[in-house]
Structure formats: C-alpha cells, structure tokens
C-alpha cells in the first residue's frame, strides 16, 4: 500500500518509520524538506520524503500528522489533490482560535465522506515507535479505516472503535491534563496533590466527552486511560514538561498543543453549556502565566494550594474540586 504522511515532525516521521516498516511504502510530505531524525535509527529507502503536495494524490491512505495550529492551512492546500482517499488523523489536537477538533477542520477543508475519516490516538512516544518500540493504539472508525488501518498500522496493538468524537476528545483531553499535571509537579505540594489533579482533571474530560456523545468505554482505552498515563506523568511527554517550565516561569519548548487543546476544551464546554470549573480555572491560571513568561518577566509567587470544597452538578454528584489561590 502506499501511504501519504502529511507533515514530517517527530509523530510524523516516528510513524513514517512503523507503517514502512510494516511493508508499506511511505510519502512524506515536509513543509520544508525536513524531517525530524531519531537517534541510531535511519529513514528506510522506502519513504520518499518530499515538499510537493502533488505527490499525495496516487496514495492509496492519507495520514494527517500536521500539528493542530497549521492544521486548516495545510489541509486547504492538500484539498485539490484529494481524490477520496481514507484520511487517518494523528494529530491530537483542537483548532487554537475556533477550538475545533481535527475532523471538524478536515470537513471543512477537504471535504471527505465521514466513512472515510478516522482517528488514531494512544499512548505513542515518537522516537520510541520510530525504534519500534510495542506500542497500543486506538483507530476510530468506520469499517472502512478499519480495514485500511489495520494494515498501515500492523505494527502496533490495534484496539477499533467506531467511537471517533471520544478518540479525538481523548487525544485533546490528555494534551491539555498532561499540561496542568507538569504545572501541577512544580506549583503543587506533592505526588498526592499531583494525583488528586489528574484524576479530577480526567474527570472533567469523560464528563464532557460523554455529554457530546462519546462513549464511556472509549476513555479507558489505549487513546485514553493508556495515553493518559503515559502523557501527563512524564517528563518525555512535551506537554507535561511545557506544564512545567510555565511553572518555573520559563517559555515551553517545541510544539505544545496542550495549550491550544486546553482553550479548545473550555471553549467547546460553554458552547455546550457544560461545566468544567478545574479545567476552566486552569485555563485562566495558565493564560495569566503564559503572558507574564512571553513579556520575559518573571512570573508571579503565587503559591499552589489545594481547596476542598464541593458542588453539585447537573449528574447529581458531589465531587471534590480544588484551585489555585490568586
């Protein structure tokens, strides 16, 4: 099979290394030519690594890779060499000004048919799958990316579902949880404290994830419960490392979509009219910090505490809810 990868960033090129591994041959499709190269592991001669679009339009499966915030503009680009193909989105993130989730923006830009959309999410460190590393992934979808997906991906764990909004709200909801869990390992008192967020946090993420129709199983799946762990306790992770150097007052590294995934959240929550107090609270906590480090000036001492309290939602629950002290 041949396979179209779009963008060549570390997930990008890591999965260029699995699917030619498993016998298929790769085009990966560089915004500039680059590609990101992995230690004692070499780009097979099988992937042909390339800045023309045009070349994606003979691939039998198109793989999405292209982080969240260039997502719409690269896709807009691809739109006139699509020619129906299966599109695979690997990208776990939401739109930074709309807080779209990937599949939204791909209907809007190149226009597949839903049975040809799907989403691959789970706990994937990319230089690990580049070495070939056993890795567990979820692929939503119809029976279609199924079919498809289970051979592009023959190397990893495949579990399938038809639940694509939960896989991707997954992938979204681990970004912006693995952020607030690196704030949390600097600002918080503790490992229990560092639990105690996570798990709410997560809690926040099923409760809305569920409320705009994903199923409850699909979060205890390898795109959720496995890519949480793996993301948000992590150093690896750049989300939980980017939560971390926000902390200590100092500007991320590197594409961190779990800033973006986070607006996109609380974003998608008001317009739903759900509740999700932690991670709105977080939002505005983060934002704050992210202008003070950006104007290089030295972020505020503001100490991290726990606040217990509780509230009643509209599951009729009582749950415990902590904050930030201004």
């Not at 390339?50 to 691939?59: P, Q």
């Not at 404290?193 to 709410?200: D, G, I, K």
């Not at 902390?247 to 590197?254: D, I, K, L, R």
Request: proline share 3%; hydrophobic share 40%; net charge positive.
């Amino acid at each position: 099979m041949r396979v179209g990868i779009i963008g060549a960033g570390a997930w990008g090129t890591g999965i260029a290394h699995t699917v030619s591994r498993g016998g298929n041959d790769v085009v990966l499709w560089s915004f500039d030519g680059e590609y990101m190269h992995f230690e004692n592991t070499e780009l097979p001669k099988c992937v042909k690594v390339t800045t023309k679009m045009s070349d994606l339009d003979e691939c039998d499966v198109w793989i999405a890779v292209t982080p969240a915030a260039f997502f719409r503009e690269t896709m807009t680009k691809a739109a006139q060499y699509y020619k129906k193909q299966p599109v695979i989105i690997c990208t776990k993130g939401a739109e930074p000004k709309t807080g779209k989730f990937m599949t939204e923006v791909l209907h809007e830009t190149i226009r597949p048919s839903r049975k040809r959309v799907g989403v691959l999410s789970g706990p994937q460190f990319a230089g690990e799958v580049a070495c070939g590393v056993p890795t567990g992934s979820t692929l939503a979808g119809s029976s279609i990316i199924h079919k498809v997906g289970a051979q592009v991906f023959n190397q990893f764990y495949l579990s399938f579902t038809s639940d694509v909004i939960g896989a991707e709200i997954c992938g979204v909801g681990k970004n912006a949880v693995a952020l607030i869990s690196g704030y949390v390992k600097v600002k918080g008192n503790g490992e229990n404290e560092s639990a105690l967020a996570m798990t709410e946090l997560w809690d926040e993420v099923v409760h809305l994830g569920v409320k705009l129709g994903a199923k409850m199983g699909t979060f205890l799946d390898f795109c959720g419960l496995g890519d949480l762990l793996l993301t948000a306790t992590s150093t690896t992770s750049r989300n939980f490392s980017a939560g971390m150097a926000l902390a200590n007052g100092e500007n991320p590294v590197g594409t961190v979509e779990g800033i973006s995934a986070l607006d996109g959240l609380v974003n998608r929550a008001t317009r739903a009219g759900i509740r999700v107090p932690i991670l709105s609270k977080m939002q505005g906590k983060l934002s704050r910090d992210r202008m003070i480090t950006h104007k290089n000036k030295k972020l505020y001492d503001t100490r991290f505490m726990a606040i217990i309290s509780l509230f009643s939602s509209a599951r009729k629950t009582s749950k415990k809810y902590w904050d930030i002290s201004k």
